[in-house]
């Protein structure tokens, strides 16, 4: 059979071509009550739903960050809130050329018989979820699959079965008009060196590439969101370059040019260090047939939520701040970033949470 | 696990990016005893060794042609043939900048519980072999696997298994220091139209990849040879632009920017149509990371073997309608094919003979 060819397709394919514009990238705002709130405990904020939404909306009304996203992924509840003056959210991005993306998983549960692996649902009723999303103003959605590096992990059965999962989602995805983002997020923890994120990174994509074909996804619409080639938490640092290098020749080996951008994830990198990798990736010079850009949320995020702390008086610095990050990040995609950012504090800080769960 | 990285690895990327250097292609010239006694008795040339060695001779030595090809697949018997005057073949092509190439598969065999289709046999015995065959001078090597298009064909049963017959010859050529050349060559016999043909070579190709992968295969250091994406030979015919287009958009799903060319197959295409083809490709403005080019049997030699006629008096005539379709396949490479080459007899006569077995 051919891939989708649907009443969506050329939506898809343009939303999915917008996204991965060079100087773009997406603002993955998407935590879930659950994780907002961990955010929340960190600067003493109380989580309820009047600071998830004055939260977003200093994200999303920051002057002059909108033109350097394309996209920016939200939690369910967020898709319907609007500003304090009454206008909509998605109304908000609309407006400054950003598209609204959703989270449509419903996070993981444990495989029976692994050590520990897991896989994602959220495929049932899918399809009538995404018609609602849709409606409410959403163009592409995400779906997070994880898996982790072990002595014998990801076993291939959590690679199948994760594989699986995301090919069903971006079809359902694509038959209702969102653009899926396939986020096949291998965790950084762990004592590994660079060559077996690598290795484990290319035959994951694999998978991920041969059950996408298998289920007809019209790759020409959907995006990846991929873990860069890193060595594991626990194991010795490298430089940007070799990030870079390791990454970009994993994708190489895996994906599809037809495939119009990469939206990398930052996993527990630094806002600063997530900038740089991204940036030495954009440099280099090598076979790329993809855009590489950000879908970031922490390293994106964290210097904002600590200027901000909850306090009215610091809507503005905080703002500031976030203008700083995600102009360091267009530059980024640009291979344009000279380093030093409007970062306040926080922003070379470690953003890794051991096994980390949204 | 990784992709192989042994001893040969950096010759076999250096090898296989040759192959595919703008402006030339491969000459296949690796037609078995019986096959070339078909296109021997077409002229009413006797099927003796010496003529056989002859005919090689005379394309190989043709003046001017050599600088057109990067590499000639030879059957086994003409690897350690010479010329009249007693030079080894292999050194003719490699002073003329030309890697020796070599077919290493037995053929195919019917799959039981099918409606005629087949699997390919080889690899009894395969890494000896290989390794001779580099002691020999070959440095890439040649594997036809066959699928045909039908109401229920081609079965995931003969994609699977041609797909990993595919995949275990590469891996274990290049253990052996030779670059794989992948060929799953989808029939043009039938009725269907063209975008049953490109859905068809989606699906294939993305099989053939993931099993590259499963079996570690570098694939930087290898090459696809495989068939255009065209109607079925009896459906009514397109232009070169839409058999580029289908054909390009076919790699872009499923051929990651690793593999540094694709070596087209001519199947039952004219010398014209092939060249003509392969032009519009390399003037189509889209995402192509990976050279296009050619490996042409029929299409390089029908006008020099019906030129030549077995006769010693011809060999000129034969040897400069060669140069012909080697320097216009040359520029089909580059997109610069003007189409206005003296057609020699032949020249655009169609090959194609139904279910061709080589």
Known sequence: MSCYRGKYADELIKNAAYIGTPGKGILAADEST???????????????????????????????????????ILFEETLYQKTAAGKPFVDVMKEGGVLPGIKVDKGTVELAGTDGETTTQGLDDMAKRCQQYYTAGARFAKWRAVLKIGPNLPSQLAINENANGLARYAIICQENGLVPIVEPEILVDGS???????????????????????????????????NMVTPGSDAKKVAPEVIA??????????????????????????????TVNLNAMNKLKTKKPWSLTFSYGRAL????????????????????????????????????????????????ESLHVKDYKY
């Open 34 to 72: 659950g994780t907002i709130g961990k955010r929340f405990e960190s600067i003493k904020v109380d989580n309820n739903e009047e600071n998830r939404r004055a939260l977003r909306e200093l994200l999303f009304t920051a002057p002059g960050v909108l033109p350097f996203l394309s996209g920016v």
């Open 192 to 226: 590994h060196d660079i060559d077996r994120c690598a290795d484990v990174t290319e035959r994951v994509l694999a998978a991920c590439y041969k059950a996408l074909n298998d289920h007809h996804v019209l790759l020409e619409g959907t995006l990846l969101k991929p």
């Open 245 to 274: 290098e390791y990454t970009v020749r994993a994708l190489q080996r895996t994906m599809p040019p037809a495939v119009p951008a990469v939206v990398f994830l930052s996993g527990g990198q630094s806002e600063e260090e997530a």
């Open 301 to 348: 995020q964290q210097s904002t939520l600590k200027a901000w702390a909850g306090k009215t008086e610091n809507v503005k610095k905080a703002q500031e701040n976030f203008h700083g990050r995600c102009k360091a990040n267009s530059e980024a995609t640009l291979g344009t970033y000279q380093g030093g950012a409007a970062g306040s504090e926080g922003a070379s």
